[in-house]
Every structure is written in structure tokens, then in C-alpha cells.
């Protein structure tokens, strides 16, 4: 069966630093995603993208997030310059149209101290 | 603005039992709404989404969930729990036509025991 991979399962990042989280979506799907849940809280929708570019970003994608699909099979969530409150569980989502199922990875957790 | 309240940080009920996972939303426009479930170290799997068609929607794995409008619910439901199921599971809403924009729940953690 198909599935979304996501790599590391565990980052650990000082402060200030940058990370760069990896996802493979399914291969012929065209839309990806990024949601994050932070210890204890909801899981909270941070991007969409389709066709190279944002589809629709919330309030918490500001300055400090991009995101790239740098070749045809990877999607990247890049944190410029971390900071403690970005520890958090990542999942990166893509489905094959916009609106039929998100297929879920297991997750990078990230700390960040 | 779309919401969904999870009654139940934890469930736990014996195997054979029946599973109940409370939700309720709030939306301001006719919303989807989903079940998604996620195993220890495991994605997001979805379980059962509601759209429009019919008020009681089957998913995977035996579970069912009823969308009754009049009590902005739509709880999860299995007849008979198994060890299996013990995982975390999230409702989720989205307007309808909204795209895979997705609002969850807080989660409910069902424990099975035997």
C-alpha cells in the first residue's frame, strides 16, 4: 500500500539553528501538506501546496517557514532559525486531489532546546 | 470558523465491549467531517468521513459514526472493542468544498483492556 514517508522520526536542534524536515509524498498525488501538533495541544494546519507554489498558508507559516518540492518525489518544511516553541510533532499530508483523502506520514519530532 | 470539541481525553472500555468516542462541532457552513486514526508511531490513518450523503457513514475496521445535525455530533461508535484499536483518535472538520484544510480535535486516547 502507498504511504507517505517522513524523515527523521526524531530531530533534536539548538535554538537558532535551522532544519530542514523531509517528506516523500505518494507518488502520483498533487497536493501536500504540513500540520504540526505540539506536545499536549491540537493538531494545527500550517500549509498547503500545489502546482510549486502555497496554496494556502495559516497564521502560524510566518517568515521563518518555507517549503519546497526540490525534485518529483520530495517535500520540504525548512525552519530558518528555531526557536523552544517549535518542538513539536510535524506530519506532512498529500492527497491526490483537493479534495479527496490527506494520507498521513508518521510524523518527525522535533525539539529544539 | 469551524471547531470540533472532543468530550474525552481518555476512554477505556474492556475487549468485547462497545467503543464510544464522543464529538461535537461547530461550523458555519455545512461541514465534512472525519474520523482519523493514528497507532503508536504510526501516521494518521483515516478511518470515516462524512460529507453529504448519508447520515450514518462506515468505516474501516467496524467502526461507524452518525452525523445528527440537530445535536451537532458525530460520535464514533464500534460494537464490539478488540486490542487492536487501542491507539488515538481525532475528529476533524472542514467546510464542505474546504479541501483537505483540516480542523481536529484535541484527540481521545482508547484504551482496550482485556
Known amino acids: 500500500e502507498p504511504e507517505v514517508t517522513q524523515t527523521p522520526s526524531h530531530q533534536v536542534t539548538q535554538m537558532g539553528q535551522e532544519v530542514i524536515l523531509r517528506c516523500v509524498p505518494i507518488?502520483?498525488?498533487?497536493?501536500f501538506y504540513w500540520y504540526r501538533q505540539i506536545l499536549g495541544q491540537k493538531v494545527e494546519f500550517l500549509v498547503s501546496f500545489y502546482n510549486n507554489e502555497i496554496s494556502e498558508k495559516s497564521e502560524i507559516f510566518d517568515d521563518q517557514f518555507s517549503v519546497e518540492r526540490p525534485d518529483g518525489s520530495n517535500f520540504t518544511l525548512k525552519i530558518r532559525s528555531t526557536k523552544l516553541e517549535d518542538s513539536a510533532m510535524y506530519f506532512c499530508a498529500s492527497s491526490g486531489t483537493e479534495y479527496t483523502e490527506a494520507f498521513f506520514g508518521q510524523g518527525t519530532r522535533l525539539t529544539v532546546v | 470558523a469551524q471547531s470540533v470539541t472532543q468530550l474525552d481525553s481518555h476512554v477505556s472500555v474492556s475487549e468485547g465491549t462497545p467503543v464510544l468516542l464522543r464529538c461535537n462541532y461547530s461550523?458555519?457552513?455545512?461541514?465534512?467531517l472525519f474520523w482519523y486514526v493514528q497507532h503508536p508511531n504510526k501516521g494518521l490513518q483515516l478511518l470515516l468521513k462524512?460529507?453529504?450523503?448519508?447520515?450514518l457513514v462506515k468505516g474501516i475496521n467496524g467502526f461507524e459514526a452518525e452525523f445528527k445535525k440537530s445535536e451537532t455530533s458525530f460520535h464514533l461508535t464500534k460494537p464490539s472493542a478488540h486490542m487492536s484499536d487501542a491507539a488515538e483518535y481525532f475528529c476533524v472538520v472542514t467546510p464542505k468544498g474546504g479541501g483537505n484544510k483540516l480542523t481536529f480535535g484535541t484527540g481521545t486516547q482508547l484504551k482496550v483492556e482485556l
Open positions: 461550523s458555519s457552513y455545512s461541514p465534512s
Open positions: 462524512y460529507t453529504s450523503a448519508a447520515t
Open positions: 507518488s502520483n498525488h498533487l497536493y
